[in-house]
């Protein structure tokens, strides 16, 4: 039996422990929309700041000095609760939650259905910005949530890995080529990003998205390996993986920016 980790809290959760001096909100929308109204206690980050690169290579896990540096901006101290949104139906919540699981902070929870999801609700929204005076916390590399792209090729022979590709078919298919070469890592399943929500950005039903990962080879008790180009969509399944009780789930840092800019990586079409 697989225990869930919380990851994705409802806006009406999030209402309750409004206040809390043990949450830590961090919005990832543009600075002009953070400025025209936010959930009161945010902080706003540049999704940007969640990415490394090394050109042609994108979407790499930042280092541990740079993540460090987001904790001090939005203000996360020891012990907290952080909670992250973003527009909806978006992934730049997500990915915060994949880079601080990362460096081993698991209490991260991404907003379902971001802003849109608070203002639907008629919650309060504020224009003030709090300091973000508090020592914040030091975090440590752990990485146990990411995979390279050495090991991923060493193993695609495992029968306990599966492999999801939730990129569009035309990536998945290779008509759509958005690197040196196109097609999918051998044996990956696909499930394109965007099927989880439903058509308000709300995710949608577990038991239903439980059956279309079951019929795909997808299970808990399988090491889950997520990808898309640059680890930015499959961050939404990571989260969403981890919120429904897999234990396992690891993304492949650089994505298909690295694996298809190799000429030592197999490929599928």
């Known amino acids: 039996m697989t225990v869930s980790t919380n990851t994705i809290i409802s806006a009406a ?3 309750q422990r409004l206040g809390s001096n043990n949450l830590c909100i961090v919005d990832l929308r543009t600075n002009e929309a953070f400025e025209a109204g936010h959930i009161p206690g945010a902080r706003v980050l540049t999704p940007g700041r969640l990415n490394g690169s090394a050109p042609p290579v994108g979407g790499l ?4 000095q740079e993540v460090n540096e987001i904790a001090k901006t939005i203000g996360l101290g020891s012990g907290q609760t952080l909670v992250a949104y ?8 997500a990915r915060l939650v994949w880079v601080f699981h990362a460096f081993g902070y698991t209490p991260t929870l ?5 802003f849109p999801a608070w203002q639907t609700l008629s919650f309060p929204i504020s224009q003030e910005i ?9 975090l440590q590399h752990a990485g146990d949530n990411v995979i390279h792209t050495e090991e991923l090729i060493s193993r695609l022979d495992d029968p306990a890995l599966a492999i999801l590709d939730v990129r569009s078919r035309g990536e998945f298919d290779g008509t759509d080529v ?3 070469r196109g097609g999918h890592i051998p044996r990956a399943q696909h499930m394109e990003w965007t099927e989880v929500f439903d058509k308000d950005g709300m995710l949608r039903d577990r038991k239903s998205l439980q059956s279309e990962f079951t019929a795909l080879g997808i299970t808990p008790d399988k090491e889950v390996i997520v990808y898309c180009q640059t680890h930015q969509r499959s ?11 897999y234990d396992n789930v690891r993304a492949l840092d650089g994505a298909w920016s690295d694996w298809g800019n190799r000429t030592d ?3 599928e079409s």
């Open 13 to 15: 959760e999030l209402h």
């Open 61 to 64: 896990l930042p280092s541990q």
């Open 86 to 93: 973003d527009h909806g139906a978006e992934t730049a919540a």
């Open 110 to 114: 991404w907003l379902d259905g971001g």
């Open 130 to 138: 709090p300091p973000a005076d508090v020592e914040a916390v030091q």
């Open 178 to 180: 958005r690197a040196e």
């Open 235 to 245: 961050a939404v399944t990571y989260a969403l993986l981890k919120d429904m009780g």
């Open 265 to 267: 990586t197999p490929i």
